[in-house]
């Protein structure tokens, strides 16, 4: 179900809150984006992870009205992005990947200017200022002037402001980026609220690991353009096997982690095997890790493959990514 927002300001029900299919968008001979597909059901935090570049924010624009796809269509909270781009602007609310506030201005200042681009009341804009600051934990510093926040400060108020409208579906770009720690945790555990509490679809964008699968309920990895893989962070996982052997050649190529990897793949409890040639490691999918791990090792003797380090574990998102994409988040 979705929510759509009419003119009346009653939430109808529909099929999904977010839904995109083929969505092209080129600038002159570069493609940034290449038949993207998405379905986001209400209610649901949906993570779009994938490195810069791989074309989520991309994606966001053109779901968020800023710019027009190529090709293909995406309909959020039950209108045509392109059709109806103004009851998508009235139904949704949006942080950037860059900090856009004025730094001349207050917290409290930011937070009005923007309930008047949208003609709130002044009473309304007060109350909706009156609950966010204290959601976003800014009481102390609202009428400061934006300079003399910290970073984690300034998200937080982008975070505000991204809601001041009572939105349906909020769109985060990057919302931790460039954070510490102790900032990240925090914002993260903010969208947990206002999914949890408030019923907000969210669809955030991410190249942290951590972060998508400590949020969301669904994840699609995008990589040069696409949606490669999409499902449940824990499903995703499961898909992959039992267990994962990672080893590390010392100095190894192409061709000699490419060769191991094929002969160590027809071992019978192997379940499959995957490289990165970049790392120099092979990725190996077996029943057993513990178990298996001696007879792995001796493949690699007998090939010549100097190992340089070996990990035995349950699968990430990170093999997932991996899996899909032939290559680790880290150097894409």
Do not use: C
């Not at 209610?43 to 968020?64: D, E, R, V, Y």
């Not at 008047?116 to 976003?136: A, K, M, P, T």
């Amino acid at each position: 179900m979705t929510l759509v927002w009419v003119q009346t300001k009653v939430l109808v029900m529909t099929e999904l809150a977010i839904e995109a299919r083929g969505l092209v968008k080129r600038y002159g001979e570069v493609t940034a984006i290449n038949g993207i597909d998405l379905s986001v059901p209400v209610g649901m935090i949906f993570a779009l992870l994938g490195p810069n570049g791989a074309g989520k924010t991309t994606t966001i624009s053109i779901l968020t009205t800023l710019i027009q796809p190529t090709a293909g269509a995406a309909r959020v909270a039950g209108h045509d992005v392109v059709r109806a781009a103004d009851e998508v602007r009235r139904a949704i609310g949006v942080t950037f990947q860059d900090i856009a506030v004025d730094q001349d201005l207050s917290g409290r200042e930011v937070l009005n200017i923007h309930g008047q681009l949208y003609r709130q009341s002044s009473s309304e804009r007060r109350r909706r200022i009156g609950e966010l600051v204290d959601l976003v934990q800014l009481n102390d510093a609202i009428d400061r002037r934006v300079r003399t926040y910290s970073g984690g400060m300034k998200r937080r108020l982008e975070l505000a402001r991204g809601l001041m409208t009572e939105p349906a579906i909020l769109f985060l770009d990057e919302p931790t980026q460039g954070l510490d720690p102790q900032n990240r945790v925090g914002i993260w555990g903010y969208i947990r609220d206002l999914n949890r509490t408030r019923g907000l679809s969210l669809l955030l964008t991410t190249h942290y690991m951590d972060e998508a699968e400590a949020l969301a309920g669904r994840v699609g990895i995008v990589d040069q353009g696409r949606v490669v893989a999409d499902g449940q962070p824990e499903a995703l996982v499961a898909a992959l096997g039992a267990d994962v052997i990672r080893v590390r050649g010392q100095g190894a190529d192409f061709a000699s982690v490419a060769d191991f990897a094929s002969v160590v793949a027809k071992l019978p409890f192997v379940e499959r095997a995957t490289t990165d040639a970049e790392g120099g490691v092979v990725m190996i999918y077996v029943d057993s890790g513990s178990r298996r791990l001696a007879e792995v090792l001796s493949v690699a003797s007998g090939k010549s493959f100097q190992v340089d380090d070996v990990t035995v574990a349950r699968p990430s998102l990170g093999d997932v990514f991996l899996h899909h994409t032939g290559h680790a988040l880290r150097d894409a």
